[in-house]
């Protein structure tokens, strides 16, 4: 699948946690009716098949959708089930050895930190960075923060879309305008909210707001 910057505006991260009496498969099709425009599947805790049982699941929503969908971390997975691809983070898969797998067919994203580290993943093949924590997050509790000035290092240095992602909400996505970011990455802002559709809708409308120049929107 072809990534634009486009698909990088409001990219949602599962976290089954959060989900009250739906199922993940169904609150991911609420949310993408509500204009969520990518989809990472993120399992910590599932054993291989339930995980592999999961994901062919909500790859049924996004293909649907036509919004592109990337497994955490598990390349295996991501290729067995043929999600678009897959996102690692520093302490995962060297990047060169994850394109290497998946092929250039393949959606690979990369979580960064730094210049120097988004240099690389660039090099190594990475379609999209997601640079982070840009604030602080209860998702990730080993996560730091990234300065807004290091943020907008990243953005002009590398030519592949960039998406910010720890702690962003409706509160603070307004901070986040002229940083050069493509969108953001969301959990707890989407799957916490007692109304997920209009807490995507509303957050959409806002992303479109703050990164319409990026994303040429």
């Known amino acids: ?27 991911v099709e609420s949310i ?10 993120r399992e910590k805790n599932l054993d291989y098949n339930n995980f592999k049982e ?11 959708y036509k919004v592109p969908f990337v497994i955490n971390d598990n390349i295996h997975i991501a290729m067995e089930v043929d999600a678009d691809g897959v996102h690692i983070g520093q302490s ?20 960064v930190s ?3 580290q988004a240099i690389e993943a660039e090099k190594a093949g990475a379609d999209y960075l ?8 209860t998702s990730k509790l080993d996560a730091t923060n990234v300065e807004m000035e290091e943020i907008k290092k990243i953005t002009k240095t590398v030519n592949i879309p960039v998406i910010g992602i720890g702690g962003i909400n409706k509160e603070n996505i307004h901070l986040l305008k002229g940083s050069g970011l ?6 707890s802002a989407i799957l916490a909210q007692k109304d997920v559709e209009r807490a995507t809708r509303n957050l959409y409308k806002l992303s479109k707001g703050v990164f ?6």
């Open 1 to 27: 699948m072809k990534l634009s910057r486009k698909d990088m505006l409001l990219y949602l991260v599962t976290d089954r946690t959060w989900l009250k009496d739906e199922t993940l498969p169904g609150i």
């Open 32 to 41: 993408l009716k509500n204009k969520a425009t990518f989809i990472q599947l």
């Open 54 to 64: 999961l994901a062919i699941k909500v790859k049924r929503v996004t293909d649907k």
């Open 92 to 111: 995962d898969l060297v990047a060169t050895r994850a394109r290497k797998a998946l092929g250039k067919n393949k959606i690979l994203g990369v979580s």
């Open 114 to 116: 730094n210049v120097e």
């Open 130 to 137: 997601g640079v982070g924590s840009v604030f602080i997050t």
């Open 182 to 187: 493509d969108g953001i990455a969301v959990i």
């Open 212 to 217: 319409s120049e990026s994303s040429n929107i």
